[in-house]
């Protein structure tokens, strides 16, 4: 689904993809690979405290979903295949390649095509070195909503953000002695101020039943797919349009966590 907005405040120009539902939860993949004592079943589960190292076999590390339905995205997050070096994610329909992504760095990865079934759902990860022993925490694949309108300029780019803040001891000049770095959460988010009411009682009510029950992915930049990030702790407003009732204002603030 598509929904065309013209004034919204953010700041792109191809529309921002949403996932909207994720049909691997409890879905256990193969793993091409393995490595010992780690758990597959940890990579369909959104809680991030759990992961899956692979072996250091020079074979591809892939993770294998088999059959899925009605699939038009894919997203990966928390992995650690660009730690050592330039890395390569790459999604298959079977034996089809459906699309890649080239990261210098970690960040998370959501690819989005036209809906399709996938006779086997794989996500491989091209290392260098390709015995590189990396970490992947979540996959999750499903059906998308779109979100088209123009720009702003002041928009938060989260996906080129960093979750880390500083804090540095000086002495009597104030120049710098010692430094001490800890995470941060980072906050979004999305202002839809034109979009029909048909839209907010419908397709946006399954979003919302959705992103209450499992952390949602969303895409800044179609043709980007590092430019990810997953949310959770959404907050959710609509009002009715100031000029007419088949109008609504959707406003939409969450947590994110980019990857980086």
Not at 4 to 25: C, M, P, Q, R, Y
């Amino acid at each position: 689904m598509t929904i065309i907005d013209n004034s919204f405040s953010g700041a792109f120009t191809e529309g921002v993809s949403v996932s909207k539902t994720n049909v691997l939860i409890n879905v256990i993949p193969t793993i091409t690979d393995v490595a010992v004592g780690e758990v597959p079943a940890n990579i369909s589960d959104p809680d991030h405290s759990l992961n899956y190292t692979c072996g250091t076999s020079t074979s591809d590390f892939a993770v294998r979903y088999g059959a899925q339905t009605n699939i038009s995205y894919v997203a990966v997050s928390g992995h650690t295949a660009a730690s050592y070096s330039q890395a390569t994610i790459q999604l298959y329909n079977g034996a089809t390649l459906i699309d890649s992504v080239v990261l210098q760095r970690n960040n998370n990865v959501m690819f989005t095509f036209p809906s399709q079934s996938f006779s086997n759902l794989i996500v491989k990860f091209l290392t260098i070195p390709n015995n590189y022993q990396m970490t992947v925490t979540y996959i999750a694949a499903g059906e998308h909503i779109t979100l088209a309108y123009g720009t702003q300029a002041g928009y938060k780019r989260n996906w080129l953000n960093r979750h880390t803040v500083q804090r540095t001891t000086t002495n009597l000049q104030v120049a710098p002695i010692s430094t001490i770095q800890r995470s941060k959460a980072l906050q979004g988010s999305l202002k839809l101020p034109n979009e029909l009411a048909s839209f907010a009682e419908d397709g946006w009510q399954t979003f919302m039943d959705f992103s209450y029950n499992q952390p949602f992915f969303l895409k800044e930049v179609s043709s980007q797919p590092e430019s990810t990030y997953i949310c959770y702790d959404p907050k959710f407003s609509e009002t009715t349009h100031s000029s007419t009732t088949t109008l609504n204002v959707l406003m939409l603030s969450f947590t994110l966590f980019n990857g980086l």
